[in-house]
């Protein structure tokens, strides 16, 4: 079965950088979460949308930002990147639940580790 | 959402159940219990959900109690391959997920 893709699987950039990570959800899904995960840490939320619209709002920066396109594909954007910001970033989709069949379970990407130096 | 208790780490050895507790006393009653495991930084797998029946499914079972303060997932015979922090999540429906923790379960040979 098709899985969430996420692009780059791996990033490094200099600090000041910016850097743009992208998520392709499972086709059907209209939802995508943004997930934080630094070294030795749990999966923070960030953000996440539905139907291209921004639905949630985590503890995301103000430097970040992100949206949801019409083949609901998700896009992050990080700008003046931080040391800090070295973490692994996962994706996840939610079915359409509207559909029969599809549920509010959450199925995640492999995750881009973003290293900046 | 409702906050959940696991232990820090478990052991199990290979071949033998592996029974992960959860406590979360204050969930409420819409709220669902899920379960997803993190095997070295790859990206969280789902396992299994339930709101207040026991659930069965290729992976694992999910026990809740009665009164919903507590479950247990069961992995009946475990290998190496489930080595991996396990995370227990109460969550509403359409919440985004809150990782707490987890319980780093060794499977030893």
């Known amino acids: 079965a098709a899985g969430v893709i996420q692009s780059p699987r791996h990033l490094i950039k200099e600090k000041r950088e910016t850097a743009t990570l992208k998520c392709y959800p499972i086709?059907?899904?209209?939802?995508v979460y943004w997930y934080q995960q630094g070294p030795g840490q749990d999966p923070q939320f960030l953000i996440s949308?539905?139907?291209?619209?921004?639905?949630d709002k985590g503890s995301i920066p103000d430097r970040f930002s992100a949206q949801q396109f019409s083949d609901y594909h998700s896009e992050l954007n990080m700008s003046s990147l931080e040391l800090g910001d070295s973490a692994l970033y996962f994706c996840?989709?939610?079915?359409?639940?509207?559909?029969?069949?599809?549920?509010?379970?959450?199925?995640f990407g492999p995750g881009t580790r973003l290293t900046v130096l | 959402d409702a906050k959940t208790t696991q232990p820090t780490s478990m052991d199990c050895a290979e071949g033998r159940a592996a029974n992960l507790p959860c406590n979360h006393s204050?969930?409420?009653?819409?709220?669902?219990v899920y379960w997803y495991r993190q095997i070295h930084s790859q990206g969280p797998q789902y396992i299994i959900h339930?709101?207040?029946n026991n659930e069965t499914n290729e992976m694992a079972s999910l026990i809740i109690t009665e009164d919903r303060k507590s479950s247990t997932l069961i992995l009946p015979h475990a290998t190496l391959r489930d080595t991996a922090v396990y995370y227990c999540?109460?969550?509403?429906?359409?919440?985004?997920?809150?990782f707490g923790g987890g319980t780093r379960l060794m499977v030893k040979p």
């Open positions: 204050t969930i409420s009653g819409n709220e669902y």
């Open positions: 086709p059907r899904h209209d939802t």
């Open positions: 996840a989709s939610r079915g359409n639940l509207g559909l029969a069949g599809d549920t509010d379970t959450q199925y």
């Open positions: 949308f539905y139907e291209k619209m921004q639905s």
């Open positions: 339930g709101l207040k």
């Open positions: 999540i109460v969550r509403g429906a359409g919440n985004m997920l809150t």
